[in-house]
Protein backbone atom coordinates (compact mmCIF):
# COMPACT_ATOMS: atom_id res chain seq x y z
CA UNK A 1 0.00 0.00 0.00
CA UNK A 2 1.44 3.51 -0.76
CA UNK A 3 2.49 5.51 2.07
CA UNK A 4 2.64 2.27 4.32
CA UNK A 5 5.43 -0.02 4.89
CA UNK A 6 5.28 -3.90 4.07
CA UNK A 7 3.83 -5.84 7.28
CA UNK A 8 4.26 -9.17 5.76
CA UNK A 9 5.51 -11.37 3.39
CA UNK A 10 2.18 -11.30 1.38
CA UNK A 11 2.48 -7.32 1.47
CA UNK A 12 5.36 -7.22 0.33
CA UNK A 13 5.12 -9.17 -2.90
CA UNK A 14 1.32 -7.46 -3.72
CA UNK A 15 3.57 -4.01 -2.86
CA UNK A 16 6.48 -5.37 -4.99
CA UNK A 17 3.81 -6.32 -8.17
CA UNK A 18 1.87 -3.24 -8.10
CA UNK A 19 5.22 -1.37 -8.23
CA UNK A 20 6.66 -3.62 -10.90
CA UNK A 21 3.93 -2.97 -13.37
CA UNK A 22 4.87 0.71 -13.47
CA UNK A 23 8.10 0.04 -14.50
CA UNK A 24 7.27 -1.40 -17.53
CA UNK A 25 7.75 2.32 -18.42
CA UNK A 26 11.32 2.20 -18.55
CA UNK A 27 11.42 0.08 -21.59
CA UNK A 28 12.16 3.13 -23.22
CA UNK A 29 15.72 4.36 -21.78
CA UNK A 30 16.59 0.95 -21.17
CA UNK A 31 16.22 0.29 -25.37
CA UNK A 32 17.68 3.10 -26.12
CA UNK A 33 20.67 2.12 -24.03
CA UNK A 34 20.80 -1.31 -26.36
CA UNK A 35 20.50 -0.12 -29.33
CA UNK A 36 20.59 3.37 -29.53
CA UNK A 37 24.13 3.95 -30.84
CA UNK A 38 25.31 5.33 -28.09
CA UNK A 39 29.78 5.14 -26.85
CA UNK A 40 30.13 2.18 -24.48
CA UNK A 41 31.43 5.04 -22.16
CA UNK A 42 28.29 6.74 -22.44
CA UNK A 43 26.01 3.46 -22.43
CA UNK A 44 27.75 2.49 -18.99
CA UNK A 45 27.11 6.16 -17.44
CA UNK A 46 23.19 5.97 -18.37
CA UNK A 47 23.15 3.21 -16.95
CA UNK A 48 24.42 3.76 -13.69
CA UNK A 49 22.37 6.69 -13.95
CA UNK A 50 19.10 4.61 -14.73
CA UNK A 51 20.34 2.48 -12.07
CA UNK A 52 20.60 4.89 -9.16
CA UNK A 53 17.27 6.82 -10.48
CA UNK A 54 15.56 3.64 -9.78
CA UNK A 55 16.99 2.72 -6.55
CA UNK A 56 16.02 6.51 -5.38
CA UNK A 57 12.57 5.77 -6.78
CA UNK A 58 12.40 2.73 -4.69
CA UNK A 59 13.25 4.04 -1.43
CA UNK A 60 10.65 6.38 -1.77
CA UNK A 61 8.03 4.36 -2.80
CA UNK A 62 8.36 1.15 -1.71
CA UNK A 63 9.49 1.70 2.05
CA UNK A 64 7.04 4.66 3.04
CA UNK A 65 7.62 8.83 3.26
CA UNK A 66 6.05 8.58 6.87
CA UNK A 67 8.64 7.77 8.56
CA UNK A 68 11.01 10.41 7.02
CA UNK A 69 11.04 14.32 7.37
CA UNK A 70 9.12 15.97 4.79
CA UNK A 71 11.92 18.05 4.20
CA UNK A 72 14.12 14.91 3.66
CA UNK A 73 11.65 13.63 1.17
CA UNK A 74 11.34 16.89 -0.61
CA UNK A 75 14.94 16.69 -1.41
CA UNK A 76 14.81 13.53 -2.57
CA UNK A 77 12.26 13.92 -5.21
CA UNK A 78 14.25 17.15 -5.97
CA UNK A 79 17.31 14.15 -6.77
CA UNK A 80 15.03 12.50 -8.58
CA UNK A 81 13.80 15.59 -10.99
CA UNK A 82 17.39 16.67 -11.51
CA UNK A 83 18.37 13.32 -12.63
CA UNK A 84 15.76 12.86 -14.75
CA UNK A 85 16.42 15.94 -15.97
CA UNK A 86 20.23 15.49 -16.73
CA UNK A 87 19.91 12.16 -18.56
CA UNK A 88 17.26 13.42 -20.61
CA UNK A 89 19.37 15.99 -21.68
CA UNK A 90 22.36 14.28 -22.28
CA UNK A 91 20.89 10.85 -23.54
CA UNK A 92 17.61 11.72 -25.53
CA UNK A 93 13.83 11.77 -25.87
CA UNK A 94 13.80 8.67 -24.71
CA UNK A 95 14.27 9.27 -21.55
CA UNK A 96 11.52 11.56 -21.01
CA UNK A 97 9.66 8.97 -19.51
CA UNK A 98 11.39 9.21 -15.87
CA UNK A 99 9.37 12.48 -15.16
CA UNK A 100 6.70 10.26 -14.62
CA UNK A 101 8.27 8.28 -12.04
CA UNK A 102 8.83 11.94 -10.55
CA UNK A 103 5.39 13.09 -10.67
CA UNK A 104 4.49 9.50 -9.29
CA UNK A 105 6.71 9.38 -6.29
CA UNK A 106 6.32 12.60 -5.48
CA UNK A 107 1.98 11.66 -5.09
CA UNK A 108 3.02 8.72 -3.44
CA UNK A 109 5.34 10.02 -0.72
CA UNK A 110 4.35 13.82 -0.12
CA UNK A 111 1.20 14.60 1.72
CA UNK A 112 -1.64 16.22 -0.56
CA UNK A 113 -0.49 19.62 1.06
CA UNK A 114 2.60 19.77 -0.74
CA UNK A 115 2.13 17.01 -3.67
CA UNK A 116 -0.84 18.93 -5.06
CA UNK A 117 2.11 21.75 -6.39
CA UNK A 118 4.35 19.19 -6.80
CA UNK A 119 3.20 16.62 -9.43
CA UNK A 120 2.44 20.20 -11.58
CA UNK A 121 5.88 21.14 -10.82
CA UNK A 122 7.15 17.88 -12.32
CA UNK A 123 4.98 18.03 -15.17
CA UNK A 124 6.08 21.28 -15.85
CA UNK A 125 9.74 20.59 -15.65
CA UNK A 126 9.07 17.37 -17.99
CA UNK A 127 7.46 20.32 -20.40
CA UNK A 128 9.99 22.56 -20.29
CA UNK A 129 12.88 19.84 -20.74
CA UNK A 130 10.62 18.12 -23.71
CA UNK A 131 11.44 21.39 -25.65
CA UNK A 132 14.85 21.23 -24.79
CA UNK A 133 15.47 17.82 -26.15
CA UNK A 134 15.43 17.44 -30.21
CA UNK A 135 11.98 15.78 -30.87
CA UNK A 136 11.20 15.91 -27.48
CA UNK A 137 8.11 17.60 -28.31
CA UNK A 138 6.88 14.44 -29.83
CA UNK A 139 6.98 12.28 -27.18
CA UNK A 140 5.53 15.34 -24.83
CA UNK A 141 2.15 14.15 -25.66
CA UNK A 142 2.17 10.77 -25.04
CA UNK A 143 3.49 11.67 -21.13
CA UNK A 144 1.49 14.75 -20.21
CA UNK A 145 -1.51 12.37 -18.95
CA UNK A 146 0.71 9.80 -17.26
CA UNK A 147 2.33 12.04 -15.38
CA UNK A 148 0.08 14.52 -14.52
CA UNK A 149 -3.00 11.91 -13.62
CA UNK A 150 -0.27 9.30 -12.18
CA UNK A 151 0.88 11.71 -10.20
CA UNK A 152 -2.51 12.75 -8.61
CA UNK A 153 -3.69 8.85 -8.71
CA UNK A 154 -0.85 8.21 -6.32
CA UNK A 155 -2.24 11.62 -3.93
CA UNK A 156 -6.00 10.04 -4.13
CA UNK A 157 -4.38 6.24 -3.23
CA UNK A 158 -2.68 7.84 -0.29
CA UNK A 159 -5.42 9.71 1.08
CA UNK A 160 -7.69 6.84 0.37
CA UNK A 161 -5.43 4.35 2.68
CA UNK A 162 -4.83 7.38 5.25
CA UNK A 163 -8.78 7.18 5.46
CA UNK A 164 -8.98 3.77 5.90
CA UNK A 165 -6.06 3.10 8.75
CA UNK A 166 -8.10 5.81 10.71
CA UNK A 167 -11.17 4.17 9.93
CA UNK A 168 -9.27 0.73 11.15
CA UNK A 169 -8.47 2.68 14.43
CA UNK A 170 -11.43 3.95 15.22
CA UNK A 171 -13.65 1.21 15.00
CA UNK A 172 -10.52 -0.93 17.87
CA UNK A 173 -11.61 2.54 19.72
CA UNK A 174 -14.96 1.91 19.37
CA UNK A 175 -15.01 -1.86 20.05
CA UNK A 176 -12.61 -0.97 22.87
CA UNK A 177 -14.94 1.65 24.66
CA UNK A 178 -17.85 -1.17 24.06
CA UNK A 179 -16.03 -3.55 26.29
CA UNK A 180 -15.72 -1.21 28.70
CA UNK A 181 -19.05 -0.08 28.76
CA UNK A 182 -20.38 -3.86 29.26
CA UNK A 183 -17.66 -4.56 32.27
CA UNK A 184 -19.22 -1.15 33.86
CA UNK A 185 -22.76 -2.50 33.03
CA UNK A 186 -22.08 -5.89 34.61
CA UNK A 187 -20.11 -3.81 37.92
CA UNK A 188 -23.18 -1.56 38.28
CA UNK A 189 -25.57 -4.85 37.78
CA UNK A 190 -23.86 -7.24 40.07
CA UNK A 191 -23.19 -4.08 42.71
CA UNK A 192 -26.80 -3.18 43.20
CA UNK A 193 -28.08 -7.40 42.69
CA UNK A 194 -25.73 -8.31 45.32
CA UNK A 195 -25.62 -5.83 47.69
CA UNK A 196 -29.61 -5.77 47.94
CA UNK A 197 -29.69 -9.69 48.30
CA UNK A 198 -26.99 -9.89 50.69
CA UNK A 199 -28.40 -7.38 52.75
CA UNK A 200 -31.38 -9.58 53.11
CA UNK A 201 -29.65 -12.92 53.98
CA UNK A 202 -27.58 -11.05 56.57
CA UNK A 203 -31.23 -9.67 58.03
CA UNK A 204 -32.93 -12.86 57.88
CA UNK A 205 -29.48 -14.81 59.44
CA UNK A 206 -29.95 -12.86 62.65
CA UNK A 207 -33.74 -13.42 62.95
CA UNK A 208 -33.11 -16.77 62.36
CA UNK A 209 -30.37 -16.69 65.61
CA UNK A 210 -32.19 -14.97 67.75
CA UNK A 211 -35.43 -17.41 67.14
CA UNK A 212 -33.91 -20.22 67.12
CA UNK A 213 -33.43 -21.76 70.76
CA UNK A 214 -37.33 -20.07 71.57
CA UNK A 215 -38.50 -20.41 68.10
CA UNK A 216 -36.98 -22.82 65.96
CA UNK A 217 -40.48 -23.33 63.27
CA UNK A 218 -39.57 -19.41 62.93
CA UNK A 219 -36.13 -19.58 62.37
CA UNK A 220 -36.77 -22.34 59.95
CA UNK A 221 -39.02 -20.24 58.05
CA UNK A 222 -36.26 -17.48 57.70
CA UNK A 223 -33.68 -20.54 56.50
CA UNK A 224 -36.22 -20.96 53.96
CA UNK A 225 -36.32 -17.45 52.94
CA UNK A 226 -32.69 -17.23 52.99
CA UNK A 227 -32.62 -20.22 50.78
CA UNK A 228 -35.14 -18.68 48.45
CA UNK A 229 -33.66 -15.13 48.41
CA UNK A 230 -30.05 -16.73 47.64
CA UNK A 231 -31.39 -18.80 44.55
CA UNK A 232 -33.23 -15.54 43.37
CA UNK A 233 -30.01 -14.08 43.80
CA UNK A 234 -28.00 -16.45 41.64
CA UNK A 235 -30.46 -16.45 38.72
CA UNK A 236 -30.81 -12.67 38.95
CA UNK A 237 -26.53 -12.65 38.34
CA UNK A 238 -26.74 -14.92 35.52
CA UNK A 239 -29.06 -13.04 33.83
CA UNK A 240 -26.96 -9.83 34.47
CA UNK A 241 -24.34 -11.28 33.13
CA UNK A 242 -25.86 -12.41 29.99
CA UNK A 243 -27.49 -9.09 29.87
CA UNK A 244 -30.90 -10.00 29.96
CA UNK A 245 -31.55 -8.43 33.37
CA UNK A 246 -34.32 -5.54 33.46
CA UNK A 247 -35.73 -5.25 36.78
CA UNK A 248 -39.42 -4.13 37.03
CA UNK A 249 -41.26 -1.84 39.26
CA UNK A 250 -44.19 -4.12 40.72
CA UNK A 251 -41.30 -7.08 41.40
CA UNK A 252 -39.00 -4.29 42.91
CA UNK A 253 -41.55 -2.96 45.24
CA UNK A 254 -42.56 -6.67 46.14
CA UNK A 255 -38.50 -7.23 47.20
CA UNK A 256 -38.60 -3.65 48.78
CA UNK A 257 -41.45 -4.69 51.30
CA UNK A 258 -40.04 -8.23 51.71
CA UNK A 259 -36.90 -6.55 52.95
CA UNK A 260 -38.16 -3.34 55.04
CA UNK A 261 -40.40 -6.18 57.44
CA UNK A 262 -37.32 -8.41 57.41
CA UNK A 263 -35.32 -5.61 58.95
CA UNK A 264 -38.00 -4.55 61.35
CA UNK A 265 -38.84 -1.25 59.25
CA UNK A 266 -42.30 -0.22 58.75
CA UNK A 267 -42.93 0.28 54.81
CA UNK A 268 -45.46 2.54 53.26
CA UNK A 269 -45.74 1.32 49.41
CA UNK A 270 -47.69 2.65 47.16
CA UNK A 271 -49.66 1.04 44.63
CA UNK A 272 -48.56 0.01 40.62
CA UNK A 273 -47.81 3.31 38.83
CA UNK A 274 -50.15 3.31 35.65
CA UNK A 275 -48.54 5.93 33.91
CA UNK A 276 -47.06 4.00 30.84
CA UNK A 277 -43.13 3.95 30.74
CA UNK A 278 -40.56 2.33 28.62
CA UNK A 279 -38.74 -0.36 29.05
CA UNK A 280 -35.28 1.12 29.88
CA UNK A 281 -37.26 4.01 32.10
CA UNK A 282 -38.97 1.40 34.31
CA UNK A 283 -35.67 -0.19 34.67
CA UNK A 284 -33.70 2.71 35.83
CA UNK A 285 -36.65 3.89 38.50
CA UNK A 286 -36.88 0.24 39.72
CA UNK A 287 -32.94 -0.22 40.32
CA UNK A 288 -33.33 3.08 42.10
CA UNK A 289 -35.79 1.91 44.37
CA UNK A 290 -33.49 -1.32 45.00
CA UNK A 291 -30.58 0.43 45.84
CA UNK A 292 -32.49 2.88 47.88
CA UNK A 293 -34.32 0.55 50.24
CA UNK A 294 -30.72 -1.22 50.22
CA UNK A 295 -29.02 1.57 51.68
CA UNK A 296 -32.35 2.09 54.08
CA UNK A 297 -31.81 -1.32 55.40
CA UNK A 298 -28.16 -1.25 55.91
CA UNK A 299 -27.38 2.25 56.69
CA UNK A 300 -30.11 4.47 58.25
CA UNK A 301 -31.57 2.12 61.27
CA UNK A 302 -34.60 3.96 60.78
CA UNK A 303 -37.90 2.96 62.01
CA UNK A 304 -40.49 3.92 59.11
CA UNK A 305 -39.43 4.10 55.07
CA UNK A 306 -42.00 5.64 52.94
CA UNK A 307 -41.75 5.24 48.89
CA UNK A 308 -44.26 7.25 46.69
CA UNK A 309 -44.30 7.07 43.00
CA UNK A 310 -46.23 9.57 41.24
CA UNK A 311 -46.40 11.54 38.01
CA UNK A 312 -45.65 15.32 38.07
CA UNK A 313 -46.32 18.29 35.59
CA UNK A 314 -42.79 20.88 35.10
CA UNK A 315 -42.34 23.46 33.29
CA UNK A 316 -40.24 20.81 30.82
CA UNK A 317 -43.05 18.37 31.02
CA UNK A 318 -44.31 15.44 32.69
CA UNK A 319 -42.35 13.33 34.74
CA UNK A 320 -42.44 10.47 36.87
CA UNK A 321 -40.75 10.65 40.20
CA UNK A 322 -39.75 8.19 42.83
CA UNK A 323 -39.14 9.09 46.25
CA UNK A 324 -37.62 7.12 48.70
CA UNK A 325 -37.42 8.59 52.43
CA UNK A 326 -36.90 7.21 55.75
CA UNK A 327 -36.54 9.09 59.66
CA UNK A 328 -32.90 7.33 60.43
CA UNK A 329 -29.65 8.51 60.91
CA UNK A 330 -29.29 9.42 57.41
CA UNK A 331 -28.23 7.35 54.08
CA UNK A 332 -24.41 6.37 53.31
CA UNK A 333 -21.58 8.59 54.14
CA UNK A 334 -21.03 9.43 50.40
CA UNK A 335 -21.87 8.53 47.33
CA UNK A 336 -20.33 5.41 46.15
CA UNK A 337 -20.55 2.74 43.18
CA UNK A 338 -24.28 2.51 44.28
CA UNK A 339 -25.60 5.93 43.67
CA UNK A 340 -23.12 6.81 40.72
CA UNK A 341 -24.34 3.95 38.96
CA UNK A 342 -27.99 5.02 39.70
CA UNK A 343 -26.91 8.57 38.38
CA UNK A 344 -25.35 6.93 34.82
CA UNK A 345 -28.56 4.56 34.56
CA UNK A 346 -30.99 7.96 34.96
CA UNK A 347 -29.34 10.13 33.23
CA UNK A 348 -29.09 7.58 30.07
CA UNK A 349 -32.72 7.44 29.78
CA UNK A 350 -32.98 11.55 30.39
CA UNK A 351 -33.60 11.56 34.20
CA UNK A 352 -32.31 12.93 36.86
CA UNK A 353 -31.25 11.40 40.62
CA UNK A 354 -30.66 13.84 43.73
CA UNK A 355 -30.25 12.08 47.57
CA UNK A 356 -29.76 13.65 50.68
CA UNK A 357 -31.14 14.88 54.68
CA UNK A 358 -35.07 14.89 54.86
CA UNK A 359 -35.88 17.21 57.25
CA UNK A 360 -33.88 17.24 60.73
CA UNK A 361 -33.74 13.19 60.57
CA UNK A 362 -33.78 10.88 58.26
CA UNK A 363 -32.62 10.89 54.33
CA UNK A 364 -34.17 11.22 50.78
CA UNK A 365 -33.67 9.35 47.47
CA UNK A 366 -35.54 11.10 44.30
CA UNK A 367 -35.31 9.75 41.18
CA UNK A 368 -37.09 11.28 38.27
CA UNK A 369 -37.74 10.34 34.32
CA UNK A 370 -39.68 12.22 31.75
CA UNK A 371 -43.02 10.84 30.80
CA UNK A 372 -42.75 8.56 27.50
CA UNK A 373 -39.60 10.19 26.42
CA UNK A 374 -36.60 7.73 26.91
CA UNK A 375 -33.88 7.36 24.49
Known amino acids: MIG ?22 LSA ?24 FVAWYLVLVFRTARRMPEGRVLASVAVLSAQATVLSLTLGREWLVLFVYVSISSGAALPGEISRWTVPGATALL ?24 GFAMVGVRAMIRTT ?36 ITLK ?30 VDVREAVSGYRRPTLPGELAGARTALTAAGVQAALPAELTAELTEEQESALAWSLREAVTNVVRHSGARRCTVTLETRHTLA ?3 VELAVTDDGAGGPAAAGNGLTGLTERLEAVGGTLSAGPAGKTGFRLLASVPLGSGT
Open 205 to 234: SELAGRMLPADPGAAAQQVADIERVSRQAL
Open 317 to 319: GPV
Open 29 to 52: PVTDLISGGHSPGVRLLGGLGLAA
Open 165 to 200: LELSEARATVAQLAANEERLRMARDLHDLLGHSLSL
Open 4 to 25: VPPQTRRHRIVKSLWIGLWLFY
Open 127 to 150: TATAFAVPGGDEYLAGLLIPALMG
